[in-house]
């Protein structure tokens, strides 16, 4: 294989975790031995994609996937319809109300800040664009943003501090 070729996969591995799981795409990109601009290059331009793809199609996913369950419920289980579709809106779990508790007490801003760390990137992009349609560009200025800013704050962490040589030692620790 090529070596440049090697190169650009370990960037678009790196770009395509920090598009789902950005909290991870650092120490990955350390793991891999990176350096610390290519790294902070790579997090942010993956994770901008992450939340250009899941922000425009985020909410025919959204819409799909309560057509599926008001569809396939009943066909599977003894419920009506309208049991279905009450189905299809009652999941409200933890992450939902936490999502909904940042809408209210921060806004737009709150939401896009804490989306790439603690909330992840499709889940956070779908909620900003599902309930602040109105404010699209916006909320994609402030996701932008906020990648940018928590992009560097992890890698920090990442290079600086050398936690990807914690999470190997606990990986050693428990799994060897």
Known sequence: MD??????GKYILVALLASVKFLFSPFFAEGLRLNFFESIASTTVGGILGVLSFGFVGEIISDSWKNMIVFFLPVFT?????QAIKH?????????????????????????????CLISIPIGAVACMFFFPHRRKEAFLYLFVSLAFWSVVLNVGAYFFK????FSYLKHLFFS
């Open 3 to 8: 070596v440049h070729a090697a190169g650009i």
């Open 78 to 82: 003894k419920k009506t319809k309208v």
């Open 88 to 116: 299809a809106n009652r999941k409200f779990k933890w992450m939902n109300r936490f999502i909904v508790k940042v809408k209210h007490r921060l806004g737009l801003f709150g939401l896009a800040f804490l989306t790439p």
């Open 163 to 166: 936690l990807s040589h914690l």
